[in-house]
């Protein structure tokens, strides 16, 4: 069965360093990997993907990930912080066999940039 | 470009009532989806649609239903309202043909069931 798991439900950094958020997931074959962020009251908004090729993906906003395969992660990244940065964060998969409307979440990291 | 949208916005419900949701996709994405947000079961998806068929559906009772109509627009549907419905109803939408595309969400209806 497909799953992904975020396995810290809140992050905490000051603005300026650098930030992770972790994911790892469990999914048969080589599953398409994204990250995406909610703001309070809104719905969720893309960051970036991770289809096929180099292992580090730059999306919006300066953020990035990294797949790792051997390790089954896609952590997200950010050099630099901002505190306009805090939100809840979703890494979710998709299934290669799968339908495009079909994707599996984690349960969510809080992040939180102090100033 | 408008972004997806969902009417309403809030409702509050009694157990029993049924509700319908709608969703408009962005102009010229034909792929709908729907997924309920609780802060027990995380995201959770419902169903699929596209070109006015279900194509996908997730682990939800029949008391859930949605349909498509010619011009993409979508409602879903939840009969027999529980206490444990109470949740954010996102709908997403993709333009993609392959299903490597990443997903737009709607800003969500918000559903307080007493």
């Known amino acids: 069965a497909q799953s992904v798991a975020q396995p810290e439900d809140q992050v905490n950094v000051a603005e300026g360093n650098p930030l992770t958020v972790k994911c790892t997931y469990s999914?048969?074959?080589?599953?398409?990997l994204f990250w995406y962020v909610q703001y309070p009251n809104r719905g969720l908004q893309f960051l970036l993907k991770?289809?096929?090729?180099?292992?580090l993906v730059k999306g919006s906003y300066g953020f990035e990930a990294e797949f790792n395969k051997s390790q089954t992660s896609f952590h997200l990244k950010k050099p630099s912080a901002l505190v306009s940065d805090s939100a809840l964060y979703f890494c979710?998969?998709?299934?290669?066999?799968?339908?495009?409307?079909?994707?599996?979440f984690g349960r969510g990291t809080q992040l939180t940039v102090w100033p | 470009k408008a972004g997806v949208t969902q009417t309403p916005r809030y409702l509050i419900k009694t157990r029993g009532q049924q509700v319908t949701l709608s969703c408009s996709p962005i102009s010229g994405h034909r792929s709908v989806s729907w997924y309920q947000q609780t802060p027990g079961q995380g995201l959770q998806f419902l169903f699929e649609?596209?070109?006015?068929?279900?194509?996908n559906k997730g682990n939800f009772p029949g008391r859930f239903s949605g349909r498509q109509f010619s011009n993409s627009r979508s409602e879903m549907n939840v009969s027999t309202l529980e206490l444990g419905d109470s949740a954010l109803y996102l709908c997403a939408s993709s333009g993609a043909l392959a299903n490597t595309g990443e997903l737009f969400f709607g800003e969500g209806s918000r559903l307080t069931v007493l």
């Open positions: 991770y289809i096929t090729g180099d292992n």
């Open positions: 979710a998969v998709r299934d290669r066999g799968s339908t495009l409307g079909r994707l599996y």
């Open positions: 649609y596209f070109s006015e068929t279900q194509r």
């Open positions: 999914v048969s074959g080589n599953p398409y």
